[in-house]
Every structure is written in structure tokens, then in C-alpha cells.
């Protein structure tokens, strides 16, 4: 069992700079991807940026460019430096990860508000 724990977040305003971090603990052999997936009200929950252990990373169109992904393995904790944010960046983030052997986890969520 893993457990993720998500901090950071909260409201800032168009323009501004946001960090996120998600640690996890528990029980595991190895955790290969981790990442962040948002949810907006009213829509699905869809991919913001993954990073696998190796560091190879992928992010949505829609924030490349503007979000840096990152992890420590030794720490099993993964961040997202989210720079330039508009009011659509607003939504609750979600830190994800899977497993060797795979299983997939998600912590409780963060908001972020991007709002003058």
C-alpha cells in the first residue's frame, strides 16, 4: 500500500507562481511513474505532467512550457512548479503514482486557485 500526501497549493493570482509536492510512504517494492492530473468543476480529471523514475517527462499541452515537473526517488516525492498561471489552471490537483508490481494510487487532492 502506498499513501500520498499533497502539499502546497492554495490562491494565487493570474500570473503568479505556484509549488506543489507529494511524497509517499508506506509499503512498496518500487514506484515507477509519478505525476499530477487535475480536475476542474464540471469536467473530467485529466493529466497535467508524469515523470518516470528515469525522469523522462510528459506534460499536457496546455501547461508545457508554463509547469516543471520533478522528482527525488530517495524521497519518493514528486513536484510541480506551476509558473505564469491563468484562471483556467484552477482545479483540484491530484497526486498520482503506480507501483512495481503495478497498481495505481492517488492522494485527497489540492486546490489551486488562480484568481485577482
Known amino acids: 500500500q502506498v499513501q500520498l500526501v499533497e502539499s502546497g497549493g492554495g490562491l494565487v493570482q493570474p500570473g503568479g507562481s505556484l509549488g506543489l509536492s507529494c511524497e509517499a510512504s508506506?509499503?512498496?517494492?518500487?514506484?515507477?511513474?509519478m505525476g499530477w492530473y487535475r480536475q476542474a468543476p464540471g469536467k473530467q480529471r485529466e493529466l497535467v505532467a508524469t515523470?518516470?523514475?528515469?525522469?523522462?517527462?510528459n506534460y499536457a499541452d496546455s501547461v508545457r512550457g508554463r509547469f516543471t515537473i520533478s522528482r527525488d526517488n530517495a524521497k519518493n516525492t514528486v513536484y510541480l512548479q506551476m509558473d505564469s498561471l491563468k484562471p483556467e489552471d484552477t482545479a483540484v490537483y491530484y497526486c498520482?503514482?503506480?507501483?512495481?508490481?503495478?497498481?495505481?494510487?492517488w492522494g485527497q487532492g489540492t486546490q489551486v486557485t488562480v484568481s485577482s
Open positions: 515523470i518516470t523514475r528515469g525522469g523522462h517527462t
Open positions: 498520482y503514482c503506480n507501483t512495481v508490481p503495478f497498481r495505481e494510487y
Open positions: 508506506g509499503t512498496f517494492f518500487r514506484i515507477n511513474v
